[in-house]
């Protein structure tokens, strides 16, 4: 079978578009934040990864804006040559001083900043251990790295353990885990995978992608949650979920990022953030520093959505973050929930293997900061009658 052969003979997804279920590349008219017009209609938008409901920010828009006027629309080159801005590098000394760290190195996407930090640091005889749950990005990362990669079962920590001590005492190794697991919702046992790190010499980098700005007393991520900022070496983040942008920071040691800015392929041979990206991120900094009510409103709608899904007998798994995934199994099943969902006015994401194991296809709900109890109401009375209709079948 050739290449076009191949493509081809791939009809799932025009199997699912024929039977008016393929729930994939939504295309989205208009947002509001908590809400986005599809086709012409009204849906609540419970599938954004915008937890603090930043997107539509008086200030954000307004630092983005400006950022236009001033930078032009694009850096129209790398940040090695020509696509380094101030912005950047004031973005770079916030994120330092955010997360508790020496120096911090901005990237185009939260993608490009683990697959450069990852592939860039672990080179020949270094060893590699990451969670099989950490984030699509990472594993890519780990497929180009010239290191010996070890994965063990999410969160089994003896496991770990057991492939820190068949590990050479005097190799490199590197710990990578998520902080909020992105299709789980659960949190690493960070304490514990530090303890292992210190017995056994290993350094740990934490990607909080979907911890930043939800976790920890000033929204500081996955280390701070856990007062663990000076035991964990590198902190990874991307901007497309709290910050409300697009890219991704490194913050770890001054030499580290050195390093990294000369070496890393993802960073050296890609387009540079551009501006209104850079502006939007800073301006959603001072916003998360200057309004934490944003995050009491974030945690208390969770727990309201949490506890809900639950009365109603849906399974959530071992949800703790506003990450809610609602466990159904069976393709069939899940695209049957999400059509009633969506026909009903509500938008969530399906989540299909391969980003799951086969056999635990899920949607997955995000909450926002600025949902309102109206909106959390409608959605749990929507499951409520989805469960009573398919009960009376």
Not at 78 to 96: I, K, P, V, W, Y
Not at 302 to 322: A, C, V
Not at 351 to 380: K, Y
Request: hydrophobic share 45%.
């Amino acid at each position: 079978m050739n290449l076009i052969d191949k493509c081809v003979r791939f009809t799932r997804a025009r199997e699912a578009q024929a039977a008016g279920v393929y729930p994939f590349f939504v295309p989205i008219e208009a947002s509001g934040g908590t809400e986005v017009i599809v086709r012409g209609e009204t849906k609540i938008m419970m599938g954004s990864n915008n937890y603090l409901g930043l997107t539509r920010h008086p200030k954000v828009l307004a630092a983005a804006e400006a950022a236009l006027r001033r930078y032009g629309s694009g850096c129209t080159g790398s940040r090695f040559l020509n696509g380094t801005l101030d912005l950047h590098e004031q973005l770079e000394d916030r994120l330092a001083r955010f997360l508790g760290k020496e120096a911090a190195l901005v990237f185009s996407t939260g993608y490009q900043t683990n697959l450069g930090t990852v592939a860039t640091l672990v080179g020949k005889g270094d060893h590699l251990f990451l969670d099989k749950l950490n984030h699509a990005s990472v594993v890519d990362g780990a497929r180009l790295a010239y290191g010996h990669v070890h994965r063990y079962p999410h969160g089994d920590l003896a496991v770990l353990e057991q492939q820190l001590a068949d590990t050479p005492d005097d190799a490199g190794k590197l710990i990578v885990t998520d902080g909020v697991f992105s299709m789980e919702g659960d949190i690493a046992d960070l304490p514990g995978i530090v303890a292992l790190a210190e017995a056994h010499g290993a350094d740990v980098m934490v990607d909080d992608a979907h911890a930043l700005g939800v976790l920890g007393e000033w929204g500081g991520g996955t280390a701070q949650h856990f007062g663990l900022e000076d035991k964990v070496t590198l902190i990874v983040a991307t901007f497309s979920k709290s910050l409300a942008a697009i890219g991704g920071v490194v913050a770890g040691p001054e030499p580290v990022v050195h390093y990294l800015k000369h070496h890393a392929r993802s960073l050296i041979f890609s387009a540079s953030m551009p501006p209104a990206a850079v502006a939007t991120a800073l301006a959603a900094l001072e916003v998360i520093e200057e309004e934490p009510e944003r995050r009491q409103a974030l945690w208390r709608n969770t727990r309201r959505m949490q506890e809900g899904l639950k009365s109603l007998g849906y399974d959530i798994g071992k949800s703790e973050t506003p990450v809610i995934p609602i466990l159904v199994g069976s393709l069939p099943e899940m695209l049957f929930l999400w059509k009633a969902l969506f026909d009903a006015g509500i938008f969530t994401n399906p989540v299909i293997p391969p980003a799951v194991p086969e056999h635990s296809c899920r949607l997955r709900i995000s909450m926002m900061a600025t949902h309102t109890d109206a909106q959390i109401d409608f959605v749990l009375e929507t499951f409520a009658q989805i469960t009573r209709r398919r009960a009376a079948l």
